[in-house]
């Protein structure tokens, strides 16, 4: 070694150099991977999802009813954080969406029996994206993931800019007309960290729903998803959705 | 019942087709077509001065200080709509003490700091700065005491000085030219990077919000010349206003070329979404984006302002095409922010139907208050032009050559 002087710069120098590099590529590691297999969560411990059974949903609206009286969602019709949707496809292959109040009060068929091909039910909600961009744009931070990979917003930090429910592909967000801030499907937090299952899943006379941690290999959703060929909406968009649905028709946006 | 939820259920009947149930509620209503518009200006307002300051092209020099001003004025004014349109304003600074740095939205603050503080001021300052010190010396009582505070302590006007003054506020120019870029093609991108909308997700938008900046700023500062020559009943000089219509021209052309551009690019790709857009531009936004932005203020304009290079009438005829094409491209640029900002949440993310806007005339978010804004900046600019007149300014640059 000439010159120690030199190399222990040059080595603090690496060091730091490196040590800002990784930092500021960090936030980009989302980049580097696609769509990958559900239970992928290097953090360990638990790691949240559902499942939907779209072949057992009946349309009740149970869940939706459930979820609102669970969560003090407001009961008018403009603000729910768990819906159902009835999807009816014609034979000549118009597609008809209905959901009056969110399913709530049930479902009538509007489409003449004779002129309908197939119709279904398709219960929605947050699907807790693990590449999720609302928690992306939020420009305070206020909508985070939680380290069980559930999508949750801090509402005494919301300012209300209503970034997140423009970037929300899926429509799960809507603003709290007595709060004043953004809302939305918490996956019943509040029960699942207590070994509870959420609402709409507890009510669910069919067991259309399958909520489940998917780091539990012998768990529910994990058995779920083995023994169906499930979906999540929108693939193209690579948001990480976590709501697996099983017989998703394309027609289902 | 509460009005939001009366406009709602009135929203209701208006709904088309399928909506995801939340998405009756449109939620950046028309002062976030005001962000965009404002902040426009204030970049195109200010390109145009650089083109007397940097590229030298002399001929613009009667607006140099007018479009400084009109810039400042409306910079001042930008964040207001933003803020108005929180639910929770109170909290709006946390954007700048823990800006989640993923987002496009929270670097909003730096930006605008940077471009008003470091750009926009200190160009102005270093511009005014000799007049400041001539005016407190001229005035009596309170207006010596506001130029004395003007020049913050620093009154030297030697040569050396002025020359100094000069070198750094046409540094600050330059840094501010790509500011202007930055700070209205990061808006462009905060709609832009939205993939689940793809009214609003393409990668041309933060290159159509500059060309629309500019479009937009250079024909408010035609205009307001215009206006301001007539209020002190002097003749605008055509030589300005003929290359300050030329140069509308040119960025009317690359607007329009890539705007264009995006829509036949989204018909020939013909995606998912296609079909609804197409719904969306025959239908809900026919008359705003057809008749208003494309026609009015983008084919019009594009035609008189080209005729008038190949053929020039007299200068009364001339002048009258002016007025009609900054006010008509003015009005065609509120529509394009209207179309983007409105059009992109008429229809539903399902893309199988459309909610409906019901503006309101009061409240926060009502016409009333946008109405409001949209003068508020012209107010600021009136008292500018009072306060630092540009044609009273011996300009220093021409001293020092003197």
Known sequence: MKNPRRNFLKTIATITGGAIAASVAEPFNALLYASSFPGKNVKGGSWYGMGIDIDKCIGCGRCADACKKENNVPREPFFFRSWVEQYTIKNDGEVKVESPNGGIDGFKQSVPDEEVFKSFFVPKMCNHCYKSPCVQVCPVGATFETRDGVVLVDDKYCIGCRYCVQACPYGCRYIHPQRKVVDKCTLCYHRITKGMTPACVEVCPNGARIFGDLNDKNGALIKFLKEHTCLVLRPHLNTGAKVYYNSLSTEVR | ?402
């Open chain 2, 1 to 402: 019942m509460d009005p939001l939820i009366q406009n709602l259920y009135g929203v209701l009947t208006q709904v088309q087709g399928f909506i995801y149930p939340n998405e009756a509620e449109l939620h950046w209503s028309l002062l976030i077509v005001l962000y965009p518009y404002i902040t426009g200006l204030v970049a195109g307002a200010f390109i145009l001065a650089s083109l007397e300051r940097v590229f030298k092209v002399k001929a613009v020099k009667p607006t140099y200080h007018l479009a400084l001003l009109t810039a400042l004025a409306f910079l001042i004014c930008a964040p207001i709509p933003l803020n108005a349109h929180l639910t929770q304003p109170i909290r709006a600074y946390e954007i700048m003490i823990t800006p989640h740095l993923t987002s496009a939205m929270a670097v909003f603050g730096f930006v605008y700091m940077w471009y008003l503080m470091v750009v926009l001021l200190l160009e102005i300052w270093f511009d005014y700065r000799r007049d400041f010190v001539v005016w407190s010396n001229e005035k009596t009582g309170i207006m010596k005491w506001i130029y004395k505070i003007l020049t913050l302590g620093v009154t030297d006007i030697s040569e050396n000085a002025l020359k100094w003054d000069d070198k750094l506020g046409r540094f600050i120019t330059i840094i501010g030219i790509p500011s202007a870029f930055f700070l209205h093609g990061y808006v462009g991108f905060i709609f832009g990077s939205i993939k689940a909308n793809p009214w609003w997700s393409t990668v041309l938008m933060p290159v159509i919000f500059i060309f629309s900046a500019m479009v937009s700023g250079i024909a408010l500062v035609m205009l307001l010349y215009m206006l301001i020559s007539l209020l002190r009943r002097v003749s605008a000089n055509m030589e300005c206003l003929d290359t300050i219509g030329r140069y509308l021209l040119y960025a009317l052309i690359l607007d329009f070329s890539l705007e264009a551009l995006d829509q036949i690019h989204r018909f020939y790709e013909a995606e998912e979404s296609f079909e609804i857009i197409s719904l969306l531009m025959s239908g809900k936004l026919y008359i705003t984006l057809i008749v208003v932005q494309i026609l009015l203020g983008t084919v019009v304009p594009l035609v008189t302002l080209g005729l008038l290079q190949v053929y020039k009438p007299s200068e009364q005829k001339r002048r009258l095409i002016y007025w009609m094409d900054s006010a008509l491209v003015l009005i065609g640029i509120f529509a394009m922010r209207w179309n983007v900002v409105i059009g992109g949440q008429l229809f539903s993310k399902s893309f199988y139907g459309f909610t409906a806007y019901k503006i309101e005339l009061i409240g926060r978010e009502g016409f009333l208050v946008a109405s409001g804004l949209v003068v508020l900046p012209f107010i600021i600019l009136g008292f500018l032009l009072w306060l630092m007149p540009p044609w009273r300014k011996e300009d220093g640059r021409e001293y020092l050559k003197a």
